[in-house]
Nanobody, 124 residues
Framework: QVQLVESGGGLVQAGGSLRLSCAASGGTFSRYIMGWFRQAPGKEREFVATISWSGGRPYYADSVKGRFTISRDNAKNTVYLQMNSLKPEDTAAYYC?????????????????WGQGTQVTVSS
């Protein structure tokens, strides 16, 4: 089974950009549908973006559509989340997740494998 480790979080001014990375090991990465979720203090974990094994079917939450881009490099066993035009509302711990399947899901319970999270803080 796959192990996931996120990196790239940090503190950024509103309007700025960050790129998160999620490195996978211990599994066949190319077979996994990958997703990003986030969780702010006092709030439930929410869906951000997901991408198919081939990278051809990205799907985004309405709150980030047009600002965030999910991508993957199967040769490097890595999935990315490029975050542009960041807003204070984007402040959260961001989690990488994986699942085996053929249909996208926005539900955390459908993802079997999770990273430890990386903190993103956007200041006003």
């Amino acid at each position: 089974q796959v192990q996931l480790v996120e990196s790239g979080g940090g503190l950024v001014q509103a309007g700025g950009s960050l790129r998160l990375s999620c490195a996978a090991s211990g599994g066949t990465f190319s077979r996994y549908i990958m997703g990003w979720f986030r969780q702010a203090p006092g709030k439930e974990r929410e869906f951000v973006a997901t991408i198919s094994w081939s990278g051809g079917r990205p799907y985004y939450a309405d709150s980030v559509k047009g600002r965030f881009t999910i991508s993957r490099d199967n040769a490097k066993n890595t999935v990315y989340l490029q975050m542009n035009s960041l807003k204070p509302e984007d402040t959260a711990a961001y989690y990488c997740a994986g699942r085996i399947g053929t249909i996208y899901s926005t539900l955390p319970r459908d993802y079997a494998y999770w990273g430890q999270g990386t903190q993103v803080t956007v200041s006003s």
